[in-house]
């Protein structure tokens, strides 16, 4: 009898050491294929590729160059205007000295050339303005042609509206409110990302520690489902106890 109680606590400790290599072999094999980072890496690489740091940093991105195009419309404004040859073609009456009308054909060739300078003055909402320009006139008649020049050299002037409110005042003053906030709302949205790393992080790390804790159990359990299989056969114990044990040994049968 002693014999045989001994071969069954050799029988079931081979099966339990079995069934470590058997875990141990699978948790290498998930390990070839896993990624361990640390807490760091885990906080940075949410900051940096997560949707919601993507999202965080797109809309910065955009009352970033909202704030520059602001800036932007105080600066110097330089602006061209050119038109193409513009003809026009007619058929004038032209009365003779003897009373009669004779008809000739006219053609019309304009060119003109405008350069701007003009800088806003958010004081009172106006503008100065500094501009020049050039025309050219040709007259092409049958037998004639005449060209004429029309030019501005300098044309210095302050628009002013003197009804209505001053909208640079006031965007003056919003704006780099509006792009201050924005910067605070980006801070608050990374150390949102970067606290919601932490929690995925350590809700993992307890998964992971549970997992363990149960892969631990299920090797126990079998252990003593193995014995008490052994005690039964012996009688040392009720098939109730037997079916007790098997009972709690299915859900961790489950456990990959």
Do not use: C
Request: aromatic share 10%; no cysteine.
């Amino acid at each position: 009898m002693r014999i045989i109680i001994l071969l069954l606590f050799v029988v079931a400790a081979s099966l339990s050491q079995a069934q470590e290599s058997v875990n141990r072999s699978l948790l290498n094999e998930g390990s070839q294929n896993s990624i361990y980072l640390s807490l760091s890496e885990v906080v940075l690489l949410a900051r940096e590729q997560s949707p919601d740091a993507l999202i965080a940093k797109h809309r910065y991105r955009r009352s970033y160059w909202e704030f520059r195009s602001f800036r932007a419309g105080y600066l110097p404004n330089v602006k061209l205007d050119a038109t193409l040859p513009n003809f026009n073609r007619t058929i004038d009456p032209i009365t003779q000295s003897d009373g009669s009308e004779t008809y000739r054909e006219r053609t019309l060739a304009r060119y003109s050339t405008n350069l701007s300078l003009t800088q806003r003055i958010g004081l009172t909402g106006g503008e100065v303005f500094l501009s020049s320009g050039l025309q050219r006139l040709d007259n092409y008649f049958t037998d004639t042609t005449t060209r004429q020049f029309l030019s501005t050299p300098v044309n210095i002037g302050f628009r002013q509206p003197i009804f209505g409110h001053n909208p640079y005042k006031w965007d003056k003053q919003i704006e780099p409110l509006r792009y201050e906030e924005s910067k605070r709302a980006y801070l608050e949205d990374t150390e949102r990302i970067a606290i919601t790393a932490v929690n995925h992080f350590f809700n993992l790390l307890m998964a992971q520690i549970e997992r363990e804790i149960q892969r631990k159990n299920k090797a126990n359990y079998d252990t003593l489902f193995n014995i008490a299989k052994g005690r039964f056969v012996l009688g040392r114990i009720a098939e109730n106890e037997l079916l007790q044990l098997e009972l709690n040994l299915l859900p961790m049968r489950l456990l990959k």
